[in-house]
């Protein structure tokens, strides 16, 4: 089963990973959060007490069995820039901007957060690297996860057929109806697969996110993808979804390390 419970918390792993790394992403149960944030908010630009936020990230990485004091993490912009870490993030630091992290030291972990867009993990197990991309509807557009892959190339000399990529939960298409910008954009930029990409029912179009990056990530050479669908709108007992909670919700995060 790809959900587990400990701690108190229950969290998301893809099998498809090996245990080689410590790969969660965590649902929004077993938290200190008082509504509209609760349980687990892990989102520090959300309103929630900042105390609750901290003492939700130490419940997150000891769960795993993770250093808090590991963690290295960005603040998302929708982008396709890409953080390299070879060290933690002092956490009283200013997070960098970018959508894109990655590392090969094992004593660094990865930690990322959501709120409807598209949690992508990735390992390279030959070359023992292992990286977290942000896909909301911009960076997807954007190609972010492109992007990631050729980092991985350039940055860590990979080969795309040795990448294994996760799809987590995000929304998914049922909920995902978009306007005319985005339906031109998906258009112009995806042209050859738009009808796989955008779904038409009772004149409202739907964004399929999961289906999008899948497709990058098959462009740019990566073989082995599994996807979560998983619908963060769906199951709001589970995830936060800011979108079906209409912007008054938490994020839940995406936490990645390597076994020493």
Not at 6 to 32: E, H, K, M, P, W
Not at 212 to 218: M, S
Not at 228 to 237: I, P
């Amino acid at each position: 089963m790809p959900f587990h419970e400990r701690n108190g918390l229950r969290y998301y792993s893809f099998d498809v990973f090996s245990n080689a790394i410590t790969q969660a992403v965590f649902t929004r149960r077993g938290g200190v959060s008082p509504a509209p944030w609760h349980s687990l908010n892990l989102g520090g630009s959300v309103g929630d007490d900042p105390a609750n936020v901290i003492e939700n990230r130490e419940r997150v990485f000891n769960c795993m069995g993770c250093d808090p004091a590991s963690i290295h993490d960005v603040w998302l912009v929708h982008g396709t820039d890409i953080v390299y870490a070879e060290s933690s993030r002092p956490i009283a630091e200013p997070s960098p901007r970018a959508d894109i992290i990655f590392t090969d030291t094992p004593n660094v972990s990865l930690f990322m957060r959501f709120g409807d867009c598209v949690p992508i993990l990735f390992h390279d197990p030959v070359k023992k690297v292992i990286g977290i991309a942000h896909a909301g509807w911009m960076g997807t557009m954007r190609g972010v996860v492109g992007s990631a892959v050729r980092g991985m190339q350039s940055h860590y000399g990979c080969d795309p057929k040795n990448i294994i990529a996760g799809i987590g939960p995000s929304i998914g298409v049922d909920h995902y109806e978009v306007g005319a910008d985005v339906i031109s954009q998906v258009r112009e930029k995806h042209a050859q697969d738009a009808d796989q990409i955008l779904q038409t029912r009772s004149g409202s179009v739907y964004l399929d996110l999961w289906k999008a990056n899948a497709i990058q990530l098959k462009n740019a050479g990566v073989e082995q993808i599994q996807i979560s669908g998983v619908c963060t709108a769906c199951h709001l007992d589970d995830w936060f979804s800011h979108r079906a909670e209409k912007g008054k919700t938490g994020r839940f995060g995406a936490l990645m390390s390597l076994r020493g």
